[in-house]
């Protein structure tokens, strides 16, 4: 099994074909992804053809929902496009909406996420996230295909580079799913959406939480994971190095005082039994030393 995306997701690509758009439909099929088609105003009608398989442009995605049956979205749109065509999923009724897009105004994210929780059921990922893979089944995203393989483990990670150095740290071993959620001040799906859906996965036996500095994302999830969380949890915080008051890489990372650090950030996650690594090379050597004790 998988979480949120599986071998029969039906995935379009919102602005396949722009440069990125179209670069990582291909990365994606060649992972084996089910690519029904892209999205391109004014452009329906319309085909791509990727290494002899061509694709189907949509003038929209409610087209690509009755035509293809699409059921996954993944947004490569510019920034001052994306809320639109976020918006434009949620109302054709595409389940699980993954925006990679980076730079998008909070105030536009605020109002979309406003907007798909008023009027309907989607899921979004992200923004600014490099979207999720279900190894062997399906990738919706820019997460590289062959530094994993398929296995039991799950990964839910704010960061992108270290989604995917935790992957190779624990190939060997292989993934159910691994899920970037992104960095920015407002994100749709979270590490407790994540985590509560690893722990429905009958395939998942354990999971890895990457956080980083800023905000109380992971102070919520610690509480989470006392309260309902059963399987084994280790995690890695990003940020133990930065100085207190600067902003850091991803837009979420503000720390002010204690509140934000990465060692207050470590501190709740021991206190509710997560084991929390120095570094993704230490984190990844807890959960193998976690897994052979448990067996």
Known sequence: MAIFLTDQSRVIVQGMTG??????TQRMLDSGTTIVGGVTPGKGGQSVDFD??????????????????????VVFVPPKFTKSAVIESVDAGIPLIVVITEGVPVKDTAEFFAYAKNIATSRIVGPNCPGLISPGKSNAGIIPANITEPGRLGLVSKSGTLTYQMMYELRDLGFSSAIGIGGDPIIGTTHVDALQAFEDDPDTDAVVMIGEIGGDAEE???AYIQEHITKPVVAYVAGFTAPEGKTMGHAGAIVSG??????GKKEALEAVGVKVGKTPSETAHVLRDLLSSSR
């Open 258 to 263: 204690s509140a934000g650090t990465a060692q």
């Open 220 to 222: 919520r999830a610690a």
């Open 19 to 24: 440069s990125e758009g179209s670069k990582h």
């Open 52 to 73: 002899g398989e061509s694709v189907p442009v949509f003038g929209s995605v409610a087209e690509a929902v009755e035509t293809a049956g699409a059921d996954v979205s």
